[in-house]
T-cell receptor, first 113, second 110 residues
Framework: DGGITQSPKYLFRKEGQNVTLSCEQN?????MYWYRQDPGQGLRLIYY???????QKGDIAEGYSVSREKKESFPLTVTSAQKNPTAFYLC????????????FGEGSRLTVL | SQQGEEDPQALSIQEGENATMNCSYK?????LQWYRQNSGRGLVHLIL?????REKHSGRLRVTLDTSKKSSSLLITASRAADTASYFC??????????FGQGTRLTINP
């Protein structure tokens, strides 16, 4: 079935460690996105990519990094520079920048111990 | 930057009743979308309404858009327990500029 797969679903990290969250899609979508969601809050855009080998910062990019080497994959690294990384991370893709409809993965919950 | 603001923040109704949620936004938009999120899950797209449309239906969902008031409403008719979720509006000019509100938590009581 077509969709977006995020892994891992749960991740624990010690302070000072970098972690990488995986996002893979088989929808043949050009655009991919990473959002952060804190409890009881809406989604905030971290990074987005409209095409392979290109990506742009969103509203809260500090302390995060991404790569887009393949159309299907858009991994997010949460670095030790991110001051408050505990959150729910959502990856999404879009087949049309004009309509803007997003397809989401099931999310990855990161907890810093 | 927060574009869409949902109202109310939480809503609890009895099964079978209708649920109405509202969204207000600040700047001009190309379209407005509504998403549903079950607890601990990803978001699911429900419906998109373009800036030149005033009303749109999809099954038990009815969305209205008033660009003069910069507001939208989502009506869920004949609610079911499975409708319990958070509902978000998202506004923007294309996917890369999509901005989400903080959501309305809807609880359907049996």
């Amino acid at each position: 079935d077509g969709g977006i797969t995020q892994s891992p679903k749960y991740l624990f990290r010690k302070e000072g460690q970098n972690v990488t969250l995986s996002c893979e899609q088989n929808l043949n979508h050009d655009a991919m996105y990473w959002y952060r969601q804190d409890p009881g809050q809406g989604l905030r855009l971290i990074y987005y990519s409209q095409i392979v080998n290109d990506f742009q910062k969103g509203d809260i990019a500090e302390g995060y990094s991404v790569s887009r080497e393949k159309k299907e994959s858009f991994p997010l690294t949460v670095t030790s520079a991110q001051k408050n990384p505990t959150a729910f991370y959502l990856c999404a893709s879009s087949g049309s920048a004009n309509t803007g409809e997003l397809f989401f993965g099931e999310g990855s919950r990161l907890t810093v111990l | 930057s927060q574009q869409g603001e949902e109202d109310p923040q939480a809503l609890s109704i009895q099964e079978g009743e209708n649920a109405t949620m509202n969204c207000s936004y600040k700047t001009s938009i190309n379209n407005l979308q509504w998403y549903r999120q079950n607890s601990g899950r990803g978001l699911v797209h429900l419906i998109l309404i373009r800036s030149n449309e005033r009303e749109k239906h999809s099954g038990r969902l009815r969305v209205t858009l008033d660009t003069s008031k910069k507001s939208s409403s989502l009506l869920i008719t004949a609610s079911r327990a499975a409708d319990t979720a958070s509902y978000f509006c998202a506004t923007g000019r294309g996917a890369q500029k999509l901005v989400f509100g903080q959501g309305t938590r809807l609880t359907i009581n049996p």
